[in-house]
């Protein structure tokens, strides 16, 4: 086997980095996009220097790979994390605010209904069918409302 391992081209590494790369079109999140650009830039490098050793070779990828997976998630990754809109996620949290008449008693924990679902609701005071609630904070999935 460690003969074969003296037979590496650049072609190799190509070939490596586009299957790597065609792996991380199927969904792999970036966990793969930096050993492929390190088997790419591997084989460019072997291309124009020539005449390498095959641990030369793979010592060359495994840096390449580790320093193209750290830029990636330094660099790239950390500006996909923030957003606009934090709360887009997290269906309970876009309830906060929201104003509500009751539908039925509340006796400081029930289930209301909020368009087609049924949610759990918490409330300090207990409160009656008809009057006007405000969502002002959410735990999970249960809705901390009060009256207004």
Same mark, same amino acid.
């Given at each position: 086997?460690?003969? &074969? /391992?003296?037979?590496?081209? #650049?072609?190799?590494?190509?070939?490596?980095?586009?299957?790597? /790369?065609?792996?991380? *079109?199927?969904?792999?999140?970036? =966990?793969?996009?930096? *050993?492929?650009?390190?088997?790419?830039?591997?084989?460019?490098?072997?291309?124009? %220097?020539?005449?390498?050793?095959?641990? *030369?070779? %793979?010592?060359?990828? +495994? %840096?390449?790979?580790?320093?193209?997976?750290?830029?990636?998630?330094?660099? =790239? &990754?950390?500006?996909?994390?923030?957003?606009?809109?934090?709360?887009?996620? #997290?269906?309970? +949290?876009? =309830?906060?605010?929201?104003?509500?008449?009751?539908? +039925?008693?509340?006796?400081?924990?029930?289930?209301? &209904?909020?368009?087609?679902? =049924?949610?759990?609701?918490?409330?300090?005071?207990?409160? &009656?069918?008809?009057?006007?609630?405000?969502?002002?904070?959410?735990?999970?999935?249960?809705?901390?409302?009060?009256?207004?």
């Amino acid at each position: 086997m460690w003969e &074969q /391992l003296d037979q590496l081209t #650049h072609w190799h590494w190509i070939i490596l980095g586009l299957v790597l /790369l065609i792996a991380e *079109a199927f969904g792999a999140a970036g =966990f793969v996009l930096g *050993a492929s650009i390190g088997c790419l830039l591997t084989g460019c490098i072997v291309w124009i %220097v020539g005449d390498m050793s095959w641990e *030369a070779q %793979v010592l060359l990828a +495994a %840096v390449l790979a580790a320093a193209c997976s750290v830029l990636y998630w330094r660099f =790239f &990754q950390a500006s996909l994390q923030e957003s606009d809109r934090p709360e887009l996620n #997290h269906r309970t +949290a876009q =309830f906060i605010g929201r104003k509500l008449t009751l539908k +039925a008693d509340i006796d400081f924990e029930g289930r209301i &209904q909020i368009g087609d679902t =049924f949610w759990k609701v918490k409330s300090d005071t207990a409160l &009656q069918s008809g009057d006007a609630v405000e969502v002002i904070s959410v735990d999970e999935s249960t809705l901390t409302i009060a009256k207004i």
